[in-house]
């Protein structure tokens, strides 16, 4: 359902692999290549480094830019 080249941009924003939940990053990325597997262009993937499940703060940039990326290409469209 949610594997296909047609979904909506994805992105995936976890803690350090050794920091985050057991096996969340791998689930992450995992399902990135999932999703390049299917032809999903526009999935992304983020670790942040020295932050477990509660990197909020780090993340919301990552976020904003994302969301602002898309405005514009839409506007663009």
Do not use: C, Q, S, W
């Not at 296909?4 to 096996?23: H, K, Q, V, Y």
């Not at 032809?39 to 983020?46: A, N, R």
């Amino acid at each position: 359902y949610h594997v296909r080249a047609n979904a909506p941009p994805l992105l995936l924003i976890t803690g350090d692999r050794e920091l985050e939940m057991l096996g969340r990053y791998e689930e992450n990325a995992y399902l990135m290549r999932m999703m390049k597997v299917v032809g999903h262009k526009e999935t992304e993937l983020y670790e942040l480094e020295g932050y477990g499940h509660g990197m909020t703060e780090p993340a919301f940039p990552l976020l904003l830019n994302e969301v602002n990326r898309l405005t514009k290409k839409k506007k663009k469209a």
